[in-house]
């Protein structure tokens, strides 16, 4: 089988723009009886089977395996060993439980590119109508080869990519492919070389679906050499790319260990040579220092946090599929959006009409309605009150094949969309389908086409008269009247002033539509396009759009004022593109994609970081868009619904799909997914983002001090000579006891005030700012002065080894306790009611620490276990006099440079 060499062939052709006659000879088709049998088998072997291949996969085990890469799990996996080692096998399986937990979490959202193209080959149609051997027949899809002859009905899946060469009425939905908001129409007529692809009409891609009416063509394209398979291969193409926490983590981990190593050899070069401690001795202390200084919970605490992050934005409509992708959201710099479901409803609504004397505007949007008709600025007027436009509305709806019907409490439309808008107008006018029915039966009808692009119903008004009804494109049925309609009467038609009035509305981005009408004989039954020829009395004109989304609009302007890009890329025209853009608050000249496509990548990412608006875009197109922006260092989150957005959002730092009008290649390529399909609940989902970062970076302020006041504890113990304050053991108790309880309460704190005020983090900036580092230094510092200062006196008094290391360590505990209260509010003041008490996770993890604690220092077994005795309440006392002044100290700090920095640094 030659699948290689024929899927090459069939992409070197431009189909769509060679007349009909040369693409049946050039595939050697025959319309009227198909291929034969024999050939159409010649052909499979030459070109292969029509569908995608699956892609090459690594085995379970190795992507299982792949989850351990990392600098900081092999930070935990040294610290399980060494644990172990020391025979503390509770404290080693606590620490490897948390490593497998987070392996199994990364193995099971691994493969979403394979799982996205395998949603995309479900779209390819499974059956297919064919004239083979001079007979209709239905084959398996995978058999169709170029030169079969498709026959495609309403309702139909386009199983390959067909050249048209016969139409009726055809339209195809290809929003899932080129993002166009209504079904487009099919003729056999040739386009040019360079038309965009939603512009390519004698062509029916694959997995595009038939909206309406009839058609049949040739196959020109099968399995990855269709536009679909262009796509799959795009996604197979794209490199996924890590979250900015995940290589901030990874290159904080790597500094880390290498700290933690140079922190212990110096360790160990001071006590052994320095201080004459014995090599055992020195190679203890090195274990105890490392493994203080390890911040073995912070990972679980990463995990958790991000759970908790993912539990908010499910309860605001935003399905987080990957863990990572909620602190992601948070730093997000750039939103790249479709525009048809997305920003906009996705519903065709009427928003002007225009008659010979008045210009209307109509509220409400959708298919819900609710509206009215409003003139001069916003005056509200009755359509009954107004005769011409009353005749608009009452014609549109009866020439029309649409239906709106209320059931359930809810408005459900059935029919072409554009059609559907007329209706709801028409409702809104106070006129109903039903009644005028009655009034007015429909004697004939002549449906619309693509190839005379309008549509004639004829009625019966009264006994002695009738009414055609025209509606179609402005060109036509302008073409067919020599009179427009006013309150007053009929007078000759103005076409100069029509012709300023369309161009007008079409520059505010609407599809235009209009209408005319002629009374004609009462024994008039069947239409002739003879009818409609010349004669007909004109209307007015309709301006149709699929209008934003309110809550979009409001969202748009809120992601301004938190600093963040939206930029809109759309399979749309550049036009409506561009109203809809100004609507959204979205401004700027649209850049259309024959311009993408001539620009190399340099220029694009010059161009991308000045338009905000890109309209007749291919697959290729937006993903070279969202990787031009990452090429400036923009952290872009995507958001799409079709197979054409796949590549885009796979590659996007995070792609973001629809859920209710979605497909499932979309969702299957993203990280979220929008429940409600509404750019509203980005919004809410980058502020949870911002605030889940806001909590792993306080979560990360509150372990480290803990982890230096211990280490450094330790050293300057072993630069004096001095007995060890806390043996490797009770450095595990502390770091693990302290992480699972006081740490975790930070993961629940709420969003601090004006936190969408802030610019979007810098992506390159390193987790630990100098900031960041001197809060960590400085309290462990303190946590130092106080642990050890604590233990030298305990050891002038005379006491135990452990009673010493029993005060030391509940001295540093009880300064964590403090010091978790400092750490809700970075720079902001907690003296005060909600500051202390305002949380209940941090009141409840105190009381649990508070538990464990006891049982530490008092409990028999656990004091034999980890080497504690009992405190008493003068050395109680003092503990606690040490972490109210912490508490005060931190405090201060934090009003000192309150003014000095902001919150981001």
Same mark, same amino acid.
């Given at each position: 089988m030659r699948e290689g060499a024929g899927q090459a062939e069939q992409r070197q052709a431009d189909w769509h723009a060679i007349h009909s006659e040369e693409v049946v000879s050039r595939l050697e088709a025959q319309p009227g009886s198909g291929l034969s049998s024999e050939q159409a088998e010649q052909r499979l072997e030459h070109y292969g089977p029509n569908r995608l291949r699956p892609p090459e996969r690594e085995g379970p085990i190795k992507r299982f395996l792949k989850q351990f890469h990392n600098v900081l799990i092999y930070i935990l996996i040294v610290a399980g060993v060494v644990t172990a080692l020391l025979g503390h096998t509770l404290d080693s399986a606590v620490i490897f439980g948390v490593v497998l937990i987070n392996a199994i979490i990364g193995h099971v959202q691994e493969g979403k590119a394979e799982k996205a193209l395998d949603a995309i080959r479900g779209m390819l149609s499974p059956r297919a109508v064919v004239l083979r051997d001079g007979e209709r027949m239905t084959v398996n899809a995978e058999h169709l080869v170029p030169g079969d002859i498709v026959l495609l009905e309403a309702g139909d899946r386009v199983p390959a990519d067909v050249r048209i060469l016969e139409a009726r009425n055809l339209r195809l939905d290809e929003a899932a492919l080129t993002g166009e908001s209504v079904p487009v129409e099919k003729a056999d007529e040739p386009v040019a070389v360079d038309a965009e692809l939603g512009d390519r009409k004698s062509l029916a891609f694959s997995g595009t679906l038939v909206a309406y009416g009839r058609g049949q063509g040739v196959v020109v394209g099968t399995g990855e050499a269709t536009e679909i398979g262009k796509v799959s291969s795009l996604i197979a193409?794209?490199?996924?790319?890590?979250?900015?926490?995940?290589? @901030? &983590?990874? !290159? =904080?981990?790597?500094? +880390?260990?290498?700290?933690? &190593? +140079? +922190?212990?050899?110096?360790? =160990?070069?001071?006590?052994?040579? +320095?201080q004459a401690y014995t090599a055992i001795e020195t190679f203890l202390a090195a274990v105890a220092l490392a493994v203080a200084a390890i911040p073995e919970g912070l990972p679980a605490i990463m995990t958790i946090t991000l759970a908790i992050g993912v539990q908010r934005m499910a309860g605001r409509n935003a399905i987080i599929r990957r863990l990572p992708a909620v602190e992601t959201l948070g730093s997000v710099t750039t939103i790249c959006s479709d525009k048809t479901g997305t920003l906009t409803r996705n519903e065709m609504t009427v928003r002007s009409v225009v008659t010979a004397e008045?210009?209307?505007? &109509?509220?409400?949007?959708?298919?819900?309605?609710d509206g009215a008709f409003h003139r001069n600025g916003g005056e509200t007027v009755s359509a009954g009150e107004e005769p011409v436009l009353a005749q608009m509305l009452r014609g549109v709806a009866l020439c029309n094949e649409a239906a709106l019907y209320h059931r359930d409490g809810n408005w459900?439309?059935?029919?072409? $969309?554009? !059609?559907?808008?007329?209706? &709801?107008?028409?409702?809104?006018?106070?006129?109903?389908?039903?009644?005028?029915?009655?009034? =007015?039966?429909?004697?004939?009808?002549i449906p619309f086409e693509s190839s005379y692009k309008f549509m004639v119903t004829l009625h019966r008004e009264r006994e002695d008269g009738g009414l055609l009804i025209m509606k179609g494109a402005p060109e036509r049925v302008l073409a067919a009247c020599t009179r427009e309609r006013t309150a007053d009467g009929d007078r000759p038609l103005d076409r100069d002033h029509w012709q300023e009035v369309l161009d007008g509305i079409a520059s505010r981005g609407q599809r235009l539509l209009a209408v005319a009408v002629k009374e004609t004989d009462p024994d008039h039954r069947e239409l002739l396009f003879s009818d409609v020829e010349e004669g007909m009395v004109f209307l007015g004109v309709m301006g149709i759009i699929d209008p934003p989304r309110e809550e979009a609009i409001e969202a748009v302007a809120e992601c301004h004022r938190a600093g963040i890009g939206v930029k809109m890329i759309t399979g749309d025209h550049a036009l409506t593109a561009g109203a809809i853009g100004e609507q959204l608050g979205i401004r700027g000249k649209p850049l259309v994609g024959h311009e993408i496509e001539a620009m190399d990548d340099e220029e694009l990412g010059r161009r991308c970081l000045e338009t905000d608006v890109f309209a007749r875009t291919t697959p290729i197109h937006k993903l070279r868009l969202v990787q031009a922006l990452q090429g400036h260092g923009q952290v872009v989150a995507m958001t799409g619904d079709g197979v054409n957005d796949a590549p885009a959002l796979k590659r996007a730092d995070v792609g973001i799909a629809m859920g209710n009008k979605g497909t499932e290649a979309a969702k299957e390529a993203s990280e979220m997914v929008l429940a409600d399909d509404n750019f509203a609940s980005i919004a809410y989902a980058v502020e949870e983002g911002r605030t889940v970062y806001d909590n792993l970076k306080k979560a990360i302020l509150y372990l480290l001090p803990t982890n230096g006041g211990q280490a450094f504890t330790i050293v300057i113990a072993i630069? =004096?000579?001095?007995?060890?304050?806390?043996? $490797?053991? @009770?450095?595990?108790?502390?770091?693990?006891v302290t992480a699972v309880t006081l740490a975790l309460a930070l993961a629940f704190e709420p969003p601090e005030p004006g936190l969408m005020e802030r610019r979007p983090r810098d992506p390159a900036k390193p987790i630990l700012s100098g900031f960041l580092i001197w809060r960590v230094l400085f309290v462990s510092v303190l946590l130092v002065m106080g642990t050890f200062g604590h233990y030298v006196y305990m050891e002038a008094q005379g006491v135990s080894d452990e009673l010493a290391r029993s005060v030391a360590i509940n001295t540093l505990v009880m300064g964590q306790v403090f010091y978790l209260f400092n750490a809700r509010y970075i720079l902001e003041p907690v003296t005060s009611v909600a500051g202390l008490l305002g949380s209940r996770a941090v009141l409840i993890a105190i009381g649990v620490l508070i538990v464990l604690q006891g049982l530490f220092t008092y409990a028999p077994p656990v004091q034999a276990l980890f080497g504690t005795a009992g405190l008493g309440p003068e050395e109680w006392l003092r503990v606690l006099v040490f972490g109210v002044l912490l508490f005060g100290v931190v405090e201060l700090e934090k009003a000192v440079l309150r003014r000095r920095i902001s919150p981001e640094d």
């Open positions: 193409g794209v490199e996924s790319i890590t979250t900015p926490l995940l290589r @901030q &983590v990874a !290159e =904080f981990g790597r500094w +880390l260990s290498v700290a933690i &190593v +140079l +922190l212990a050899a110096a360790t =160990f070069l001071i006590g052994y040579y +320095l008045q210009a209307y505007e &109509v509220s409400g949007v959708g298919y819900v309605p459900r439309l059935e029919g072409d $969309p554009t !059609e559907g808008a007329l209706m &709801v107008a028409a409702v809104k006018g106070g006129f109903e389908r039903r009644e005028l029915d009655r009034s =007015f039966p429909r004697v004939d009808v630069m =004096f000579g001095l007995t060890l304050p806390v043996t $490797p053991v @009770q450095a595990l108790w502390i770091n693990m």
